[in-house]
T-cell receptor, first 113, second 115 residues
Framework: KNQVEQSPQSLIILEGKNCTLQ??????????LRWYKQDTGRGPVSLTI?????NTKSNGRYTATLDADTKQSSLHITASQLSDSASYIC????????????FGTGTRLKVLA | NAGVTQTPKFQVLKTGQSMTLQCAQD?????MYWYRQDPGMGLRLIYY???????DKGEVPNGYNVSRLNKREFSLRLESAAPSQTSVYFC??????????????FGPGTRLTVL
């Protein structure tokens, strides 16, 4: 069964601290993996995309990693800011099949001052 | 560039009422999607349109119908609303091309409550 599981479900950290969000997937055939940020009351916005051959990709203070062998990805946020408070959604795309985008349930991050 | 727009932003319906959610994109994308997002669940695909003139069922199509009016617009209709359809609905669009790099662009969502 094609699934994307994220952990933790929610996380609270202090401003300036780092954190890492996890994404494990059992999706095949694998095409790519995206991390989205979803602010409250808004639609998701893409942060990074990683294909099979990519191990690490950065977007400012966000760094995503991918281990295609273990089917795990992580999103590391450095020096967190209040504006990082949001839900972070891992989405794995398939190269074939009826439902090509498989969504995780997200990690809700809250950054406190 | 407005990206993906959705109307209305909020809606309250009574059981059995009908309504249409509107979605439009100005990025000249070929593919458009309708998702619903419920607490504790990932976004679930209701219907999608790979290109103008085509529509296909997604994961949870029951109780919904769609119309791809033209390349820009993709509407979602609830013919007889039920409380189980209380959710946040997102429209998205993406370009057809190198599959590895397709990014979905999402609208701001419609929060629907069915009483």
């Amino acid at each position: 069964k094609n699934q994307v599981e994220q952990s933790p479900q929610s996380l609270i950290i202090l401003e300036g601290k780092n954190c890492t969000l996890q994404c494990n997937y059992t999706v095949s055939p694998f095409s790519n993996l995206r991390w989205y940020k979803q602010d409250t009351g808004r639609g998701p916005v893409s942060l990074t995309i990683m294909t099979f051959s990519e191990n690490t990709k950065s977007n400012g203070r966000y760094t995503a990693t991918l281990d295609a062998d273990t089917k795990q990805s992580s999103l590391h946020i450095t020096a967190s800011q209040l504006s990082d408070s949001a839900s972070y959604i891992c989405v794995v795309s398939r190269t074939s099949g009826t439902y090509k985008y498989i969504f995780g349930t997200g990690t809700r991050l809250k950054v406190l001052a | 560039n407005a990206g993906v727009t959705q109307t209305p932003k909020f809606q309250v319906l009574k059981t059995g009422q009908s309504m249409t959610l509107q979605c439009a994109q100005d990025m000249n994308h070929n593919s458009m999607y309708w998702y619903r997002q419920d607490p504790g669940m990932g976004l679930r695909l209701i219907y999608y349109s790979a290109s103008e003139g085509t529509t296909d069922k997604g994961e949870v199509p029951n109780g919904y119908n769609v119309s791809r009016l033209n390349k820009r617009e993709f509407s979602l209709r609830l013919e007889s609303a039920a409380p189980s359809q209380t959710s946040v609905y997102f429209c998205a669009s993406s370009e057809v091309g190198e599959w590895r790099y397709n990014e979905q662009f999402f609208g701001p969502g419609t929060r629907l409550t069915v009483l």
